[in-house]
């Protein structure tokens, strides 16, 4: 299970994955960065690139009831988090026709990738051991509901550029509280169904 850095490591490996794949080819000089809502109203939009918002955490419900997770110690631990990231993929650029070909790039891109292993996970992340080896995170595309669409609106105001939503499935936040268990039983004792002589 993953640490709570997982949310940014994810977040940046989406960046980081993009970045890297631009190399050596026409969109190689773009910028690519991880954005938040009030990036899209400062003023300072990038003139050529790509952002990458993350505009909602949300508990995956068909796991939530999830068992107990055991750690490399033996010792068992709480169950983990699972939480799904939905981000905001957004080309800038002065034209339509560039931004339009920036968009079909990194779709394509993330489309070949749509399982971001740990090792890509933690190469991009602030530290490189937030997901285990054998973890990974599913990222698809996936369509707005109308009451995100309203939400994303409205925090980023006029400033929303053409975007395609994504969501990263299933990071899941492991717990550092261990599950205390009791000893063996060693008696059993019924006195509680014992009745008292008059």
């Known amino acids: 299970m993953a640490t709570f850095p997982a949310i940014a490591a994810t977040g940046l490996a989406v960046v ?16 690519f960065e ?15 690139g790509l952002s990458v918002y993350a505009y909602r955490v949300s508990v995956n419900t068909a796991r939530r009831n999830m068992p107990p997770t055991v750690g490399p110690d033996g010792r068992r631990y709480r169950a983990p988090l699972p939480l799904d990231l939905h981000f905001l993929l957004s080309p800038w650029a002065k034209s339509a026709v560039r931004q339009l070909r920036i968009l079909g790039w990194a779709m394509r891109e993330l489309q070949n990738v749509p399982i971001l292993p740990a090792g890509l996970l933690n ?20 369509p707005l509901t109308i009451q995100d669409t309203n939400a994303v609106l409205e925090a980023v ?3 929303q550029p053409l975007s395609v939503p994504y969501v ?8 550092a509280v261990p599950l205390d268990e009791g000893g063996p039983v060693q008696t059993r004792e019924f006195d509680y169904a014992k009745v008292e002589a008059r």
């Open 16 to 31: 980081g994955l993009l970045k890297d794949a631009s190399a050596g080819t026409e969109f190689s000089d773009l910028r």
């Open 34 to 48: 991880l954005y938040q809502a009030a990036d899209f109203n400062s003023g300072s939009q990038m003139t050529e």
């Open 123 to 142: 190469h991009y992340g602030p530290e490189h051991d937030t997901f285990r080896p054998s973890e990974a995170v599913e990222l698809i595309c996936e």
């Open 157 to 159: 105001k006029h400033a």
């Open 168 to 175: 990263a499935r299933m990071v899941l936040i492991e717990s």
